[in-house]
């Protein structure tokens, strides 16, 4: 094991930091350091966020943090811009000074891009889970922007799925239906305080309905649970989605946030379905690792028999044909496997 | 070589229905087909349509095949419908009839739908131009709706691209500018008997100047070369689009289309475009085939090994980590093809 792995697991936020990097980077040896932290992982709450640009995530995110931090907590933060092929820039910046200038490291904030590929950024974003999950924080913040399929995939990395929806925004509600409403344990309409916010939240309470849920909420700021058809999560193994209403920049809120969190923590352990979920998700980034290895492999392979070109002029000269081309090139593999595994 | 190659070789277009029908559900001996016809391909002009739904493409593409078979030139056209689960539909089964009681096989109508996965789907769209080409189609025709990703990744198959713009829609011009304005070589303002045409004609131009174009066209129907700047095509090696005018119900702008296909196809020849193409589109084509037939091969190792499933488990009890799992269903490949290419 590393020296770097040693002085993470001891609890050095400068190894936590650089590992993050070598994860962003793909730099040599990233990958027998996440090997060697997997067996630190399992402790941590994992809470992914996400939601348009302006929405206030990144308000919401500071105010939870210091509040769980008041709490006892220690706290990681990943905030992850896909369509920024930037890391740690101004507006972040801004934010990891704000932490460290307090002295304050057990809120940890770091932000990674899209320098990869985006399948790569979810792995990337699997990894960096992984080192603050071994490190020992007790919650991690997946933050992320938008609501497309790279932003579903990130935030999938998390237990537990809260989506910022800003008020008087019908379209964005109806917007929400792509993906990420199948997702969301959490909506949570911040700006509470602005016009259209009731409808808003209305508007998200119809949605759930129609899709069979019965969303806790009252009409007033935060959360509450009544007793009888808003009891999420107690009907069967079905978690209903519960409605949270902020003023982030007021702090207005955010117990209450933290408690759907919580409750949503609870499901997950009352049901096993923390279990089911941590499956499904190594399930899919072995299937994911495995895909990128072979791909690297068969490019490698490619270059190893002179580069594609000759295939290419062969074909075009149609002495040979695509398919033909495939088979040339994978009998070889396919051979080898079977070897292994005699009929 | 199979009887049913002999067939479609000799002409029958009922064979060349039984291959179509064959590479669309990837039914066994598909692939031996491809490339016992890929020899036999390269003759025939392939042109995309695409567009957004009610943009006219089907009367359109109805009235230019018309053109081309008075012109006596055969056709082919395969229409396909990412969004849809079905293929031979009613649509386009009217459309098929229509050809089929005229007697006109030389017009040549059929369907694929998104049966398998939409990656699938332009590799199957590429075979079925395969089969058209061996045939001894002159002209192929693709058509498909939309433009995102898969439809563009779709006409990509063809050496000319035409995109259908309906008037009136300044929005639908911004629309245009993710991804399809790129590959465009001809822009259709179908229906531009309607008010509207005019400003979109407009757009059009302001956004091909944008990005440095000189656009070919005239305020008239149909297409017009001012013998200056807008001579597009003959600017160096640089193709510049061309934007047609059309009302495709009453056949106006139909041999203007067909002139600016023309022209563009006499481009890709007097440039050596053409081959360029073809050869980028048959490394994609042997990248994509290499990875979809890598991950097949992956997925049977996996079921040998006895499923995914004992993998997760010892991932879950941290005994082992995904990073490692891949390494070790990998390793026994790598050192197959290192055996291959001794150091």
Same mark, same amino acid.
């Given at each position: =094991?590393? #020296?770097?792995?040693?002085?993470?697991?001891?609890?050095?936020?400068?190894?936590?930091?650089?590992?993050?990097?070598?994860?962003? *980077?793909?730099?040599?040896?990233?990958?027998?350091? @996440?090997?060697?932290?997997?067996?630190?992982?399992?402790?941590?709450?994992?809470?992914?966020?996400? %939601?348009s640009? +302006?929405?206030?995530?990144?308000?919401?995110?500071?105010?939870?943090?210091?509040?769980?931090?008041?709490?006892?907590?220690?706290? +990681?933060? @990943?905030?992850?811009?896909?369509?920024?092929?930037?890391?740690?820039?101004?507006?972040?910046?801004?934010?990891?000074?704000?932490? /460290? *200038?307090?002295?304050? =490291?057990?809120?940890?904030?770091? /932000?990674?891009?899209?320098?990869?590929?985006?399948?790569?950024?979810?792995?990337?974003?699997?990894?960096? &889970?992984?080192?603050? $999950?071994?490190?020992?924080?007790?919650?991690?913040?997946?933050?992320?922007?938008?609501a497309?399929? *790279?932003?579903?995939?990130?935030?999938?990395?998390?237990?537990?799925?809260?989506v910022?929806v800003p008020p008087g925004s019908g379209d964005d509600v109806q917007m929400l239906k792509a993906?990420i409403l199948?997702?969301?344990?959490?909506f949570?309409v911040?700006?509470?305080?602005?016009?259209g916010? $009731?409808r808003t939240v209305q508007q998200l309470r119809e949605m759930l309905?129609g899709?069979?849920?019965? #969303?806790?909420?009252?009409? +007033?700021?935060?959360?509450?649970?009544?007793?009888?058809? %808003?009891?999420?999560?107690? !009907?069967?193994?079905?978690?209903?989605?519960?409605i &949270?209403?902020?003023?982030?920049?007021?702090?207005?809120?955010?117990?209450?946030?933290?408690?759907?969190? #919580?409750?949503?923590?609870?499901?997950? !352990?009352?049901?096993?379905?923390?279990?089911?979920?941590?499956?499904?998700?190594?399930?899919?980034?072995?299937?994911?690792?495995?895909?990128?290895?072979?791909?690297?492999?068969? /490019?490698?392979?490619?270059?190893?028999?002179?580069?594609?070109?000759?295939?290419?002029?062969?074909?075009?000269?149609?002495?040979?044909?695509?398919?033909?081309?495939?088979?040339?090139?994978?009998?070889?593999?396919?051979?080898?496997?079977?070897? !292994?595994?005699?009929?």
């Amino acid at each position: =094991m590393s #020296a770097l792995v040693d002085e993470l697991l001891a609890g050095k936020h400068s190894a936590l930091a650089r590992v993050i990097t070598k994860i962003e *980077n793909r730099s040599p040896g990233y990958r027998e350091i @996440i090997s060697d932290l997997h067996r630190h992982t399992g402790h941590a709450d994992v809470v992914g966020i996400t %939601g348009s640009p +302006g929405a206030g995530k990144s308000t919401l995110v500071d105010k939870v943090a210091a509040e769980y931090r008041d709490r006892g907590l220690t706290v +990681g933060v @990943i905030a992850i811009d896909p369509s920024s092929p930037f890391s740690g820039g101004a507006v972040l910046g801004d934010r990891i000074r704000m932490a /460290s *200038n307090a002295g304050d =490291m057990d809120v940890f904030f770091r /932000s990674m891009s899209a320098r990869g590929s985006l399948g790569g950024l979810s792995t990337a974003t699997t990894d960096a &889970v992984t080192a603050l $999950d071994a490190f020992g924080k007790d919650v991690i913040i997946v933050e992320t922007v938008g609501a497309g399929q *790279n932003e579903v995939d990130i935030v999938r990395t998390a237990d537990t799925v809260a989506v910022l929806v800003p008020p008087g925004s019908g379209d964005d509600v109806q917007m929400l239906k792509a993906g990420i409403l199948e997702i969301a344990d959490v909506f949570v309409v911040n700006k509470a305080d602005l016009d259209g916010a $009731d409808r808003t939240v209305q508007q998200l309470r119809e949605m759930l309905q129609g899709r069979g849920g019965t #969303a806790g909420h009252h009409g +007033g700021m935060g959360l509450e649970r009544p007793g009888g058809d %808003g009891d999420a999560g107690d !009907d069967g193994d079905a978690w209903d989605p519960v409605i &949270v209403e902020t003023v982030a920049n007021r702090g207005e809120g955010v117990d209450a946030f933290i408690e759907a969190l #919580a409750e949503h923590s609870d499901y997950l !352990d009352r049901t096993g379905q923390r279990e089911a979920q941590e499956r499904e998700r190594f399930a899919a980034e072995i299937r994911t690792l495995l895909r990128e290895d072979a791909n690297r492999l068969l /490019s490698r392979e490619l270059v190893q028999r002179g580069g594609i070109e000759q295939y290419v002029d062969a074909v075009v000269a149609r002495e040979t044909d695509p398919y033909t081309v495939v088979d040339d090139v994978l009998t070889p593999l396919r051979d080898c496997l079977d070897a !292994d595994h005699p009929r």
